[in-house]
């Protein structure tokens, strides 16, 4: 499983973003697609993240409301659209994927395959 994440960028509070992450190598039927998030001197944290099949969704308190994860089952891309950036939301992103429980999709540790992040800076 390979995955490629782009779309990062600099952008002002309450801007929007959309971050994609390309994912070859394997049919994706049954795995979970997720999108977490590590800030300069924090630890990594879950995102959102997405049942490739059935489409059920998940997301991280601080974004619910603001941010959408969606896919596209054609051109095996995630997407993760960013609406109204905050200065909290800066760090890198990274796109994961892996066959998981409902449960577990919150735990980055559960996630064998990652991508090479994307960098979010949102200035105030």
């Known amino acids: 499983v390979q995955l490629q994440a782009c779309g990062g960028g600099l952008v002002q509070a309450g801007d929007s973003l959309r971050l994609a992450c390309a994912a070859s190598?394997?049919?994706?039927?049954?795995?979970?697609m997720g999108w977490f998030r590590q800030a300069p001197g924090k630890e990594r944290e879950f995102v959102s993240a997405i049942r490739w099949s059935g489409g059920s969704t998940y997301y991280a308190d601080s974004v619910k409301g603001r941010f959408t994860i969606s896919r596209d089952n054609a051109k095996n891309t995630l997407y993760l659209q960013m609406n109204s950036l905050k200065p909290e939301d800066t760090a890198v992103y990274y796109c994961?994927?892996?066959?998981?429980?409902?449960?577990?999709?919150?735990?980055?540790?559960?996630?064998?395959?990652w991508g090479q992040g994307t960098h979010v800076t949102v200035s105030s």
């Open positions: 994961a994927a892996d066959r998981l429980y409902s449960g577990r999709v919150y735990y980055g540790n559960e996630y064998n395959y």
């Open positions: 190598g394997r049919t994706f039927t049954n795995y979970v």
